[in-house]
C-alpha cells in the first residue's frame, strides 16, 4: 500500500489523483493533504480519505475548520503547513501539484523526507531545476513526471541512455486562441481564453496554454527532467493532443506516446510506475479520429515561448523571472487589468530589468521571485 500525501489536493490535478486513487482505494493510503482556500472541498475530502495531516492557506481557515474534521485528522496552515504535510505525514509518495513557486519548498521538503516525488508542480524544476535534482540524487529520491508532455517522454526513453537521444519533441496544442492571428488577440476576454479546445485545467495553466508559456514551461522542465540541453528540445503544434510527445533516437526512430487527453492517465502512470493497470479512461480510437496533425511552432505568434527559451538558455534565475512575472502578468489578466497580450509585453519588460545570477541558492530564488514579481505587478502596460 503506498501512502500517498497530496500538495494540492482540490486543485485540477489534486482531485483527479483523487479520483485515480479512489477507483483502487486498496492500492493507496491517503495520508495527508494540502490545499489554499477551497476548504468545503478538503472537508469532503477528508472525510473519505481520513488522512492524518491536513493544511489550508491560512491560521484562519485552520481554526475554521478544526472542529469539522474527523477525529484523529490535525490541521496545520502557511507554507509550514504545505513542508508539514509535504515531510511529516508518513508519506512515501508525494503528489506535488500546488500552482506556482508556492510548490518549491514543499517539494525539497518531501525530498529530503524520502518519498518520492510524483511532480505537476512545473515552477519546482524552472526556478531550481539544479537544486533540485542535485537534491533528488543526493538523497536517491525518484521524480516521477505527471504533466502529460513529460509523462510522454519518459515512457518514450523508458530507461534509454541520454547518448541515444538526438532531440526531444514536445507537442503542444495552441490552446484556446490557436486559430486567432495577432491582431485578432488583441481584445479576447477572459472567457475565450479559458476555453481550451482539448484539456480540462485549471485557470492559470489554461491562460499559459494560450499564450505558450505553458510550453515555455515545460521545455525547461524537461531540460532538468531529462538533463538534455535546450537546442535538442523542439516544440511542435498538435491541434489535437493525441500524441503527448516524443523522442527522436540517434538512428532517426521516432518513439511517441499517445493516448486520449485525460490527466488520469498520466497521473495514474506516476502513482503506479513502472507498472500500468487498467484506466478509466476512454481508450484511444485511431480509426474514428482519422487524421492527426503537425504544424511547426511559430515563434513570431507565441513570443511567450521564444522568451522562455531564452531565460532557460541564460539559466540562474532568468527561469524564475520568466515564471514570476508571468505568473503575476496572468493573474492581473484573470482581474481584467490588463490585456491578453500585455502578459507578453509584461515578461520581456520584466526579463529585460533583471541581471541575472547564476546557481543561486533558495533564498536568491525566492528573493528573485518577490521582486520580479513586484516589477509585473507594477508595470503599466
Ligand atoms: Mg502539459
Redesign the pocket.
Known amino acids: 500500500m503506498k501512502k500517498v500525501a497530496v500538495l494540492g489536493s482540490t486543485g485540477s490535478i489534486g482531485t483527479q489523483t483523487l479520483d485515480v486513487i479512489s477507483r483502487e482505494p486498496e492500492s493507496y493510503d491517503v495520508v495527508g493533504l494540502a490545499a489554499g482556500t477551497n476548504v468545503d472541498l478538503l472537508l469532503k475530502q477528508t472525510a473519505v480519505f481520513r488522512p492524518k495531516l491536513v493544511s489550508v492557506a491560512t491560521r484562519e481557515l485552520a481554526d475554521q475548520i478544526r472542529d469539522r474534521l474527523p477525529s484523529g485528522t490535525r490541521v496545520c496552515f502557511g507554507e509550514e503547513g504545505l513542508v508539514e504535510v509535504a515531510a511529516h505525514a508518513g508519506a512515501d509518495y508525494v503528489v506535488c501539484a500546488l500552482v506556482g513557486s508556492l510548490g518549491l519548498s514543499s517539494a525539497l521538503a518531501a525530498i529530503d523526507a524520502g518519498a518520492t516525488i510524483g511532480l505537476a508542480n512545473k515552477e519546482t524544476l524552472v526556478t531550481a531545476g539544479h537544486l533540485v535534482m542535485a537534491r533528488a540524487a543526493a538523497k536517491g529520491a525518484a521524480i516521477v513526471p505527471i ?4 509523462s510522454a517522454l519518459f515512457q518514450c526513453l523508458n530507461g534509454e541512455p541520454r547518448s541515444a537521444v538526438k532531440r526531444l519533441i514536445l507537442t503542444a496544442s495552441g490552446g484556446s486562441f490557436r486559430d486567432k492571428t495577432r491582431d485578432e488577440l488583441k481584445d479576447v476576454t477572459v472567457e475565450d481564453a479559458l476555453k481550451h479546445p482539448n ?1 480540462s485545467m485549471g485557470a492559470k ?1 489554461t491562460i499559459d ?1 494560450a499564450t505558450m508559456a ?2 515555455g514551461l ?1 521545455v525547461m522542465e524537461a531540460h532538468w527532467l531529462f538533463d538534455v540541453p535546450y537546442d535538442r528540445i523542439d516544440v511542435m503544434i498538435h491541434p489535437e493532443s493525441i500524441v503527448h510527445s516524443m523522442v527522436e533516437f540517434r538512428d532517426t526512430s521516432v518513439i511517441a506516446q499517445l493516448g486520449n487527453p485525460d490527466m488520469r492517465v498520466p497521473i495514474q502512470y506516476a502513482l503506479t510506475y513502472p507498472e500500468r493497470r487498467p484506466s478509466a479512461a476512454l481508450p484511444l480510437d485511431l480509426l474514428a479520429k482519422g487524421t492527426l496533425n503537425f504544424r511547426p511552432m511559430d515563434f513570431g505568434r507565441y513570443p511567450c515561448l521564444h522568451l522562455a527559451y531564452e531565460a532557460g538558455r541564460v539559466g540562474g534565475t532568468a527561469p524564475t523571472v520568466f515564471n514570476a512575472a508571468n505568473e503575476a502578468a496572468v493573474a492581473r489578466f484573470l482581474r481584467r487589468e490588463i490585456s491578453f497580450l500585455s502578459i507578453e509585453e509584461i515578461i520581456e519588460e520584466v526579463l529585460n530589468r533583471h541581471t541575472p545570477h547564476s546557481s543561486p541558492d533558495l533564498g536568491t530564488i525566492l528573493e528573485t521571485d518577490l521582486w520580479a514579481r513586484q516589477q509585473a505587478e507594477l508595470l503599466r502596460p
Not at 504533466?147 to 513529460?150: C, K, P, Q, T
Open positions: 504533466d502529460s508532455e513529460h484539456w495553466v496554454s505553458n510550453k515545460e
